[in-house]
């Protein structure tokens, strides 16, 4: 059969290609013919139209909105989360074949085909339990944020090495204090320090969005379109009462909403239709304001402060328990809201002055990227070693795992854990939680919130943090091969499959 499959996750990077790939193993495995449009971050590489034409079935793997869904109108459809397309390709493809056989058409949930074209898109199941939803807010916010945090985070670093390089040990200081219209009006292309100046200005422009973009994206997720201006706002103002991601998060929610409840009051006609450009997003503004500024600011300042000095009070033993800690909720769930957490904690750390000042929080960023490498590298190592515990598919997927290890993408890990969740994801929390436990314990700093081996010069402490990162892949390599090899179980041989690795026949 012919099918068209449609990817994206949130944040539009690991998932979204990774399912890609998965859905095209199968279908070749099956003996199907399958073109998947990948809608990541970077954008989407359209299917021509003639080739969903000629389609069978259309797939949708997708966590958010599918752009210009009304192109894959009057096609059977079957549309599933992102991780569906992971764990089981085959049962999806199924699935597809079965609906293309009752010859089933429409669109997502009944909604019109033409009412999303791209832009702004939020995934977010109304009919969920309330903790599903309120997940699903987070990770939008969290999802728009990190670009800044990548781009802002890697800039004030890479500011701050090469000042330390033209401007000597007083360098990392003196690159904060030339002011912004010394680089505008008198910029020396031959002072080295000029360029650290300009690298970390616009690392702190990028910075400086990171909180009212958290915020923002969260009330837009709850309000859709109306919930941004306010949430903006409510991010902007904590930031200026030095409430921090905190404070972000309560103005998101807040804005949120607020926008939703305005939004949904019975108005005259006439005022309807200027709803959602004006009223709702005044209204809702309004009242962030008075509530961040007259209410909710100073407790959440406190707080944050709090939270802030008990961290950088922090040493010994203390801070290998954080590490190890962080360490297993990077590996609890590789990408997902407790992943997320941990990985938030950390950058929302690498303030400007955190990193001049070189805090504990340049530690605790060393520690969430070199325990979020350890699970990929450590299974794409336990391939190599003992081949014969994976299955074909496996040993392919740990060929790309090292690549997404080294770069810090956790989610590389995935499959392995679908396919033996009792087995691998033991091995990775205890790998993951010994390198956090390492990195804490040696020291080592970083200043950039994403990169993995590829920002290794941004880091200081390299050999101990190396050190960590290879312990703790040696360790979940071993875990996972032990654990596996307590109970052998027959798995995929070259052109055959007997059986999975939990033991249960599968359909070849």
Not at 131 to 147: A, C, D, E
Not at 276 to 297: E, N, Q, R, S
Not at 417 to 432: K, N, Y
Request: charge should be neutral; include cysteine.
């Amino acid at each position: 059969m012919k099918f068209i499959a449609v990817t994206s996750c949130p944040t539009g990077i690991a998932h979204t290609y990774m399912a890609a790939e998965a859905l095209e193993i199968a279908a070749r495995e099956a003996g199907h013919e399958i073109a998947v449009e990948t809608q990541g971050a970077g954008g989407a590489e359209r299917v021509d139209q003639s080739v969903i034409d000629a389609a069978d079935a259309v797939i949708f793997a997708a966590d958010v909105e599918v752009r210009d869904r009304h192109r894959f109108e009057h096609k059977p459809l079957v549309v599933t989360g992102v991780k569906s397309a992971i764990n089981d390709p085959a049962g999806l493809l199924r699935q597809a074949a079965e609906a293309a056989a009752r010859g089933v058409t429409g669109t997502p949930g009944g909604a019109p085909a033409s009412s999303y074209a791209g832009g702004l898109a939020s995934k977010v199941d109304m009919n969920a339990s309330v903790g599903t939803r309120v997940r699903q807010w987070l990770m939008t916010g969290v999802s728009y944020m990190i670009p800044f945090v990548a781009a802002g985070g890697i800039l004030i670093a890479l500011g701050f090495m090469l000042a330390r390089i033209a401007g000597g040990g007083d360098g990392a200081i003196a690159v904060t204090a030339i002011p912004l219209t010394d680089i505008i009006n008198d910029f020396d292309p031959t002072s080295g320090m000029m360029w650290a100046a300009l690298l970390f200005q616009a690392g702190v422009a990028a910075f400086g969005f990171l909180v009212p973009v958290l915020a923002g994206f969260i009330a837009f997720a709850i309000a859709d379109r109306p919930g941004i201006a306010p949430g903006f706002v409510a991010g902007a103002l904590a930031g200026a009462v030095g409430a921090g991601f905190l404070g972000g998060l309560a103005g998101g929610f807040l804005a949120g909403f607020l926008a939703l409840w305005i939004s949904r009051l019975k108005v005259p006609r006439a005022v309807q239709s200027i709803m959602p450009v004006v009223v709702t997003p005044l209204l809702a503004t309004l009242a962030v304001a008075v509530i961040m500024l007259l209410v909710l600011g100073k407790p959440l300042a406190s707080v944050q402060t709090g939270l802030t000095d008990g961290l950088n009070s922090l040493s010994g033993g203390s801070i290998v328990l954080l590490g190890m800690i962080l360490g297993l909720m990077m590996a609890f769930d590789m990408g997902g809201p407790v992943n997320k957490v941990a990985y938030t904690f950390a950058s929302g750390g690498l303030t400007a002055g955190a990193i001049a000042a070189g805090g504990t929080e340049l530690t605790v960023m060393a520690v969430v990227m070199a325990a979020g490498m350890t699970p990929p590298l450590g299974l794409a190592l336990a391939t190599v070693i003992r081949k014969g515990l994976f299955s074909k598919a496996e040993r392919e997927n740990g060929k790309a795992a090292w690549l997404l290890g080294a770069s810090f993408i956790t989610e590389g890990a995935i499959p392995f854990a679908a396919a033996d969740p009792l087995r691998v994801i033991p091995s990775i929390m205890l790998g993951s939680a010994v390198t956090g436990g390492l990195v804490a314990g040696f020291g080592s700093e970083l200043a950039a919130p994403h990169g993995g081996i590829w920002v290794t010069p941004l880091i200081s402490g390299i050999p101990g943090y190396l050190a960590a990162v290879l312990i703790g892949t040696v360790i979940t390599a071993g875990a996972v091969i032990v654990l596996k090899g307590l109970r052998p179980q027959p798995v995929e041989a070259d052109g055959a499959v007997v059986a999975t690795s939990a033991g249960a026949p599968v359909a070849v």
